[in-house]
């Protein structure tokens, strides 16, 4: 009966092991993966709004080229950035613009960022044969033109060019 307990408790404590120091390491991770994220969006949204594009949506050049920019910007923020370890390298940042076919978005543009891992080791989930796991992580944020189409009930509202971000809409 001893024996059958000693290995019983092995397994036992091999899987509390594996839920205690792979579950955290894996919170952790995406914890790094979300902050990478938040900050690649807000700064890809504050790039377009510091672009003049909120103000002058109909300009086609002008937006293709924030676009460019701000995807640019959100890259190199995510990517500067460590998850699980190391940086994360360009693959693994996957920048887009949801509402770029709409009409509002020249006016209130938004960007989201995705950031994925996949290379996260586990350390004693290889019992069960998974060695690495895949973490990822998503934000969006919005450039936000107080003055944009139809925003105060007025039809043809004074352009403004803000330098803020949703929800911080302070000067």
């Not at 019983?8 to 991770?29: E, N, Q, R």
């Not at 690649?40 to 504050?46: D, E, K, N, V, W």
């Not at 105060?152 to 803000?162: D, E, H, I, S, T």
Request: net charge negative; charged share 10%; aromatic share 6%.
């Amino acid at each position: 009966m001893i024996i059958l307990v000693a290995v019983v408790m092995l397994f036992v404590v091999g899987a509390m092991a594996a839920l205690s120091i792979d579950v955290v390491t894996i919170y952790a991770t995406r914890s790094e993966a979300q902050l990478a994220a938040d900050g690649a969006a807000l700064a890809g949204a504050r790039t377009l709004a510091n672009s003049g594009m909120t103000s002058n949506p109909t300009d086609a050049l002008l937006t293709s080229n924030a676009e460019i920019l701000a995807s640019e910007v959100a890259t190199q923020v995510a990517r500067s950035n460590t998850v699980g370890g190391r940086p994360l390298a360009a693959g693994e940042v996957l920048v887009t613009f949801p509402n770029g076919g709409s009409p509002g978005f020249g006016t209130n543009p938004h960007v989201t960022v995705a950031v994925q891992e996949t290379n996260v080791p586990t350390f004693f989930a290889r019992i069960w044969g998974s060695s690495l796991v895949t973490v990822g992580a998503s934000a969006t944020a919005e450039a936000y033109n107080p003055s944009g189409a139809n925003a105060l009930g007025v039809a043809n509202p004074a352009p403004v060019a803000p330098v803020c971000v949703k929800p911080w809409l302070l000067p």
